[in-house]
């Protein structure tokens, strides 16, 4: 019995001894870390889309062949020979099994070689977005930057001066642009501004740059660039100010209210440091991930905005390639449009991780 007692393992307390936390190898701490993460995400958000960009080029109906054959035999050709000149002038084979065909897709995709464009014989797809593209960004980037600047200047006009007339002029008047299109603002502008008004020439204004004038950073190309640009910017800047002002606004009237501002005020500080150092730093914190989504939101609206202002960005190279069934173009513009969404969105998360820590964890 002594014997059975001596060799019985002792009762279980609960207790619970110091454990030596699992080994994490050099693999897993890159996998799970935060810069690895957001990068993964970014590369899976662009490969679902362009396999959504290439199957749905297949199923739109039409036939590029037929489309350039049909512009061919305008000039007097017979059809079989439209269709000849039409189908050797394809960078790829439209008859091809559509796994090979995907295949060449991808490959042509990380190499950055999208082939060559349907409507531009001769012209790459790399090449005719490298023409169109970065005025695009240009008047978007600078009409951001411009709307972004004044209305967080305006937000936290409107959350100081709340409830006064300045704060009602304010709001009524941003939620009034919040809520019209951004190509409803350039018809605005063209008919009310050029037609009626006659502040300016909305002919003259066209395109991007004016007859004569080389590209080169020259103060004739700079002017020249923000003179084609005018209209384009201030509309992107109209259609996104609203939005800023009342996030802003928002978010503003809320830090007001935190303890550590009172305690500023409480210290004696001025109020110019306090709107500064205290209120302005942290109400903006939060609306840093939605500069990525209203840069997004622009380059959706740029189609039609340039398409309404005769602006020579990818908005008409895009409906042109939807037009023509230029499979080739149509699959390049969205896979670098989405691309710079993309990247913009991913920049804003790590600058906001790099703003606030806690969110990595």
Known sequence: MATELAAAPPPDTGDVGPSTPPKTTLLGRIWRDHLFVKVRKAVVVVFVVANVTFFLGRAMPGDPIDVMAGRLT???????????IATNSLAYDPD?????????FFVGLFTFDFGGTINRPGVGVTEAIGAYLPWTLFSIGVGTLIAI???LALGMVMAYRRNKAVDHVLSVLASVLGAIPNYLIAMVLVVGGGMYLGWFNPIALRGTLSP???????PTFVGDAFYHAALPILTYVLAIIGTWMLVMKASTTEVLGEDYVTVARARGLPDTRIATAYVGRNAVLPLVAQIAISFGTLVGGAIFVEQVLVYKGVGGLLLDAVHYRDYPLLQGLLVIITSCVVVANLISDLLYSRLDPRIRN
């Open 149 to 151: 600047g004044l209305g």
């Open 74 to 84: 305008q000039g007097g050709m017979s059809m079989e020979e439209a269709r000849a």
């Open 212 to 218: 004569g004038v080389e590209p080169g950073f020259t």
């Open 96 to 104: 091809a099994p559509l796994l090979r065909q995907w295949w060449e």
